[in-house]
């Protein structure tokens, strides 16, 4: 009965070997020559059973490994040790190596000593440990090249949060050293300007509570050097078994703030000096047409008084004399006409009756000179306007009837005068071909909608040029009025 036991439990232990992923070899303790090994040691190392018990494990062994092998083996046949591990380089047949972890034990077989190693290759575990290894390293190289100071904000499951990592650009951007955030983390709303820390402590409540959970942008005072930065937080979040981590970035975005700044000055000082070269045009253009108007005109209409005195003085019998004044007095008549036409076009005289009188008097010789029909809509009451407002609002519709007759081939446009409370909204609208019409051959815009928009700007309104509900291209503008307008021209 106890035999028959024995003979199954040796059948039982000889199939699991047969079966087992783990090499298992059986050497003599003296020799050291391999005495058993299951498929899995003969497999793995790439030599037939019988091939494998001609060698010793030092034949297996990377030789780097071999003093540690031997050393091991005499603790325990000293008694020192009953088992021991060992992770060393195994060598296969074809040259190749590859790491195991083994457990090295004394035993005897058939009455002599024997060692039994089981092993198990590691190989997938190392690939990967040194995979992760290879991965945190390039993460801390990718971190530590990053234009900025990363961090990690955990909020745990019973509402505490705690800042688990800073990268170590916090010394340089916060003046802080990495280990001294991560311990006081509230150190960074100290350094926040007073004109900034409301918004930051708003979104911060409005955040739950969670510090730095939020896309954020202000000024921080930094006292080793005396000076401001401008720093913008970029946070996303997602959910770990922890709780909500959230990984941001805070970047240092004084350079572009200053340049933002410097864009908008001379942005501003291209506006004010637009709006200065426009105001002394007008001025130019005034003097002008009173120059054409008194002078040219006056001197004119005292020729056309002296032709017709002659005329009326000439003997009857000059024929010869009476047709050359005649034609001296036609040309005389269109030149007079022709100073009038150009001192309109430099400064309407219908602006001294208002805008409303202005614009209607321009549709009316839009209409004459280009049989496009118009239609305007205005207030009954007079809207009244500074004469410099009054001028940009009339040259804005001006060019915009121009790029109408030379760009949208319409058939009718409608202007339209609106004076809310505080604003003044103009739209100059065609039945065209739509806006494409009033690009260049270079697919960009010309000057004309440039020069509108300038004049808008430099008076604090807006100008858009899109296209109409139906057809057609609209052109709209709204300015500012101030709170008291001025009276009447009178």
Known sequence: MDSSKAVDEGALLKAILQESATEVMVFDADTLQIVQANPSAANNLQYPLTALQKLTPLDLLAPEDEQSFHTLLALLQSGKKRRIALHAQCCRRDGSRYPVEARLSCATHRGQPVFICMADDISQREAARQALAHSASDLRAIVAHIPGMAYQVLRRHDGTTSLRYVSEQSAQLLGIKAAALRANPERFAGLILEEDKADYLARLAAAGGSHMTFNWEGRIWMEAWKDVKWVNLRVSRREAPDGLIWDGIMLNVTHSKQAEAEIRRSRAQLSALAAHVEAVKEQERLHLAREVHDDLGGNLTAIKIGLSWLKRHLPPGEAGLIERTAYLDNVVDQT??????????????????????????????????????????APDAAIPLDPELAIAVFRIVQEALTNVAKHARASKVKVSLVRDRDSLRVSVADDGQGIQTVRGENGKRGFGVLGMRERAAALGGELSVLPARRRGTQVSLRIPLPDAPPDTPK
């Open 336 to 377: 007079i006409e022709a100073t009038h036409r150009i001192a309109s076009n430099l400064r309407p005289a219908m602006l001294d009756f208002g805008i409303v009188s202005a614009i209607g008097w321009q549709l009316q010789r839009f209409s004459h000179n280009t049989d496009i029909a118009h239609e305007f809509s």
